[in-house]
Structures are given as structure tokens and as C-alpha cells.
């Protein structure tokens, strides 16, 4: 007679919440992978001497026309200034992402307008000249 009898059905909790749990951590990651990596495609400079740095707290990016992009924002180098006192300066990495055609006066501004602002961890940022 048990064995006609009718059994409760069950529905085991525990491999769903596994599931939502993996799906969280997925997307969580993903998005996290997404963030440093939005901003604007620019055509850095060789060198064969590039070495790989931690992410910047704040990339500083110079256009062809010499504006400053920093998160997504069009500054000026007075801008960046106080945009950098404002922050904990003093642990803010920054790296400067310029074009090809930026010159050297501009990298110097942008640097000047850094360390006016407090930092001093300063990278440029370069692709290798192997292509790697």
C-alpha cells in the first residue's frame, strides 16, 4: 500500500540559491571588468621599456586637440587641480594616457597640474613596443 501512496512533492531550495549565488558573483565580476576599461580609444606611444602598472585610481587622458578627458569629463588643468585637492591626493595614482601627437609641453602641463594638485604617483601610459 506505500507504495501507491501519493508522495509530497518537493522542491530543494538549495541548488537554486547556489545558482543565484554563481550568477551574482558572475555579473558582479563582469562589471567590475567592464569599468577600467570604458573611456576613449586613444593611440598611445610605444615604448620598449613599458612595464605593467596596478590600475590607476585616476587616468588622465589627452585628446589631439589638447583637452583633458578625466572620467568622462572635459577638464582644464586648473580643473584637474582642484579636482585632485578635493580627493585624498596624496594616495591617488594617476596616469596620463596621451596620443601620438601629443607634445611634450602638454604632457608637462598636465604633470604640472598633477603635482599642484598633491600626487605624486604619476604614470604614462604607453603601449609596448614589441606588441605585446
Do not use: C
Not at 109 to 122: F, W
Amino acid at each position: 500500500m506505500r507504495y501507491l501512496e501519493t508522495r509530497k512533492a518537493r522542491i530543494e531550495i538549495i541548488p537554486m540559491i547556489d545558482i543565484m549565488l554563481f550568477l551574482l558573483v558572475f555579473f558582479a565580476m563582469l562589471t567590475l571588468r567592464m569599468i577600467p576599461t570604458s573611456g576613449h580609444v586613444t593611440k598611445l606611444p610605444s615604448s620598449s621599456t613599458a612595464v605593467t602598472m596596478p590600475p590607476p585610481k585616476l587616468l588622465v587622458e589627452i585628446a589631439p586637440d589638447g583637452t583633458l578627458l578625466v572620467e568622462n569629463h572635459t577638464l582644464t588643468p586648473a580643473q584637474l587641480t582642484a579636482l585632485l585637492r578635493q580627493r585624498d591626493s596624496a594616495k591617488t595614482s594617476v596616469t596620463i594616457a596621451g596620443n601620438e601627437t601629443a607634445s611634450l609641453q602638454q604632457v608637462m602641463g598636465v604633470i604640472d597640474a598633477i603635482r599642484n594638485g598633491g600626487a605624486s604617483e604619476i604614470g604614462l601610459a604607453t603601449r609596448n613596443a614589441s606588441g605585446k
